[in-house]
């Protein structure tokens, strides 16, 4: 349950900017983007023990 907890924490300090990547990734799919994002970040969950680093802003990725 912490773990679902901490997704859907995450999912209210994603930018606007990949808040519309995430939804241009589910198009034409039948789940809401959403429930990828909760189910990607349970999995790395389930995995490694450890919640996944997501990146909050695409836009600023320094010199990457």
Do not use: C
Request: hydrophobic residues 40%; neutral net charge; glycine residues 4%.
């Amino acid at each position: 349950m912490a773990a679902f907890a901490e997704a859907n924490h995450r999912l209210k300090d994603l930018s606007p900017h990949l808040i519309e990547t995430w939804r241009s990734l589910s198009v034409g799919k039948s789940y809401f983007w959403p429930d990828e994002f909760r189910g990607k970040f349970m999995k790395y969950w389930k995995i490694h023990k450890s919640y996944p680093a997501i990146m909050v802003d695409f836009e600023d990725m320094g010199d990457v």
